[in-house]
């Protein structure tokens, strides 16, 4: 079945460092890919998505490209800001609806 | 501000318990999620509908019922608690092409079973 696999946490950077949070999938056909966030308390966001093959998604200076040739869909951010700590999912929406998440990585900006 | 509201943040029932968690999306969405969330385990889909009535079983149904009278509410049951159901609930709803509009998730509710 669909599977998503991304690193493990905690990651730890400073202010205005670069992001990067490794994230591959398994899946038959070609499935939507997605990255959520949560912040402290609160429920899942949506924080960018990819729907084909070399497209990339963008938001908030986030950004991901979806990569079929490796199975991947890795979420970068030039400059991070503390207030970007939190837990992100990678995800992918295959048949049917359903949408598989990873187990999530939390991101945590130190001043 | 579109949302999905779930009915309590914190809950705290004893064992054996019938336990019923509520969500109600605003955004007129055919379907419906309920997942749990657990350290180290991610997101785990219990069941869920693509329309008034009609369910199906994720991943992890054991334990778990859910009802599905009217469009915007979708209820989890759990019928007899117990100490392993303690957990973060997260609801969502979604339109039917959920690959282009991905999710929108209610806050959750922290469930602990004692």
């Known amino acids: 079945g669909d599977s998503v696999t991304q690193m493990e946490g905690p990651v730890t950077l400073s202010e205005e460092a670069f992001l990067t949070i490794n994230c591959t999938y398994t899946a038959t056909g070609y499935p939507s890919l997605f990255w959520y966030v949560q912040y402290p308390g609160e429920g899942l966001q949506l924080l960018l998505k990819a729907t084909k093959a070399d497209d990339k998604g963008s938001n908030k200076g986030f950004e991901a490209t979806y990569r079929k040739e490796t199975t991947s869909f890795h979420l970068e951010k030039g400059s991070v800001q503390v207030s970007d700590s939190a837990v992100y999912f990678c995800a992918l929406r295959g048949g049917y609806q359903k949408v598989t998440f990873g187990t999530g990585t939390k991101l945590q900006v130190i001043p | 501000d579109v949302k999905v509201t779930q009915s309590s943040r914190y809950l705290v029932k004893r064992t054996g318990e019938k336990v019923f968690l509520e969500c109600v999306q605003d955004m007129d969405h055919e379907n419906m999620f309920w997942y749990r969330q657990d350290p180290g385990l991610g997101l785990r889909l219990i069941y869920f509908?693509?329309?008034?009535?009609?369910?199906e079983k994720g991943d992890i149904p054991e334990g778990y019922s859910v009802s599905r009278e009217k469009k915007e509410r979708f209820s989890l049951i759990l019928e007899s608690a117990s100490t392993n159901q303690t957990s973060m609930y997260l609801c969502?709803?979604?339109?039917?092409?959920?690959?282009?509009?991905?999710?929108?998730f209610g806050s959750g509710t922290r469930l602990t079973v004692v």
């Open positions: 509908s693509y329309d008034v009535k009609m369910k």
């Open positions: 969502a709803s979604s339109p039917p092409r959920a690959g282009d509009y991905g999710y929108t």
